[in-house]
């Protein structure tokens, strides 16, 4: 692909439905930028007949790009295979369900233009999304927030602008585990935001299972802190002290005092609390062991099955 000074990343689960309205606000804002930009559409396993669409438009449309992965590998995965494979001064990754407007590409290459490597977008409101998710999420940012030794912009999703520099460099994270947000702050260089108003959905359903999103939590967390490792060994030492207190007192109350705690009451809440502790301890061990586990396999990120992009190193074809 040869260099372009705009390219848009958009990962598609299942978006048939919301493809040509997003393609012609895209093209709309993208043409007044400049009259060199690449849309790279990242068909991450979907069902419906989202492929067809985006084949369509490439059909139609030289400056459209696609990437059709093997399986339905996961958001951040599609979005990484999509930076592996751009060649451009400014790159700005959105969704393809038109909840990131397209006009504030706009703002965003603005403040690129201004000097910024990174821009990303700042969602000021959340319209039409569960109580559970808003909830869930500004809690999260703030824990995570309070665990890592860097900045991490609250309430911003995937939906920014990088530079090629910033691009290029998160090209060479090896990560298995993907949480690029956490991966561009890490970073460094010069960040800003802009403000913007977080619409609903316009069809289909999210993509983000519960279970897509809490492992995207986990990976945000395990990838950038060790605290919950400290935590738990620190929980490991202060139950041990307070263990021999409770030895001491009931071997003492039992020879001394001829007082024995009686029963099974006692026992069972002790045995259920240290086994509670334990089975919490492993857990955090195991998420730790589990992204190294992912990482010795050197396994290729993702698989592609289809590509009208020149250097495609990780396909099958
Ligand atoms: N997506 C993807 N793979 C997935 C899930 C989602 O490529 O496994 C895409 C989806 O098509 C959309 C973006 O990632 O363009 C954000 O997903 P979604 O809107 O489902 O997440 P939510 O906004 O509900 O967090
Ligand atoms: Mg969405």
């Known amino acids: 692909m040869q260099k372009k000074e705009i390219s848009v990343i958009i990962p598609v689960f299942n978006e048939s439905e919301n493809l040509s309205e997003l393609y012609q606000r895209l093209i709309t804002?993208?043409?007044?930028?400049?009259?060199?930009?690449?849309?790279?559409?990242?068909?991450?396993?979907?069902?419906?007949?989202?492929?067809?669409k985006i084949l369509t438009l490439s059909q139609e449309n030289d400056d459209v790009y696609y990437i059709n992965l093997s399986r339905n590998f996961g958001h951040q995965i599609a979005v990484s295979a999509g930076l592996e494979h751009c060649n451009s001064e400014c790159t700005v990754i959105i969704d393809a369900d038109l909840q990131d407007p397209p006009e504030l590409i706009s703002e965003l290459y603005?403040?690129?233009?201004?000097?910024?490597?990174?821009?990303?977008?700042?969602?000021?409101?959340?319209?039409?999304?569960?109580?559970?998710?808003?909830?869930?999420?500004?809690?999260?940012y703030r824990i995570l927030k309070k665990l890592v030794s860097f900045e991490i912009p609250l309430d911003t999703g995937d939906f920014r602008l990088l530079s090629g520099k910033v691009v290029n460099a998160i090209n060479k994270m090896p990560e298995q585990n993907k949480f690029l947000r956490g991966q561009i702050a890490w970073l460094g260089f010069k960040q800003t935001y802009v403000l913007y108003d977080r619409k609903t959905r316009k069809h289909g359903q999210s993509g983000y299972s519960y279970s897509k999103m809490f492992r995207l939590a986990f990976d945000g967390i395990t990838g950038f802190s060790d605290k919950p490792l400290l935590f738990v060994s620190r929980l490991g030492f202060i139950?041990?002290?307070?263990?021999?207190?409770?030895?001491?007192?009931?071997?003492?109350?039992?020879?001394?005092?001829?007082?024995?705690?009686?029963?099974?009451?006692?026992?069972?809440?002790?045995?259920?609390?240290?086994?509670?502790?334990?089975?919490?301890?492993?857990?955090?061990?195991?998420?730790?062991?589990?992204?190294?586990?992912?990482?010795?396999?050197?396994?290729?990120?993702?698989?592609?099955?289809?590509?009208?992009?020149?250097?495609?190193?990780?396909?099958?074809?």
């Open 29 to 52: 804002v993208l043409s007044t930028l400049s009259s060199n930009y690449s849309l790279i559409f990242v068909n991450d396993g979907s069902t419906d007949n989202s492929m067809a």
């Open 110 to 140: 603005l403040k690129f233009k201004a000097g910024y490597e990174v821009v990303s977008a700042k969602r000021n409101k959340r319209e039409g999304e569960s109580a559970f998710k808003k909830i869930t999420a500004k809690l999260y």
């Open 239 to 317: 139950i041990s002290l307070f263990s021999f207190l409770v030895i001491v007192y009931a071997i003492f109350s039992h020879y001394f005092l001829k007082e024995t705690i009686t029963g099974w009451t006692s026992l069972i809440v002790s045995a259920a609390f240290i086994g509670g502790i334990q089975l919490l301890s492993i857990g955090v061990i195991g998420e730790y062991i589990s992204r190294i586990n992912n990482n010795v396999k050197h396994r290729p990120l993702y698989i592609i099955d289809s590509t009208n992009i020149s250097t495609n190193p990780n396909s099958v074809d």
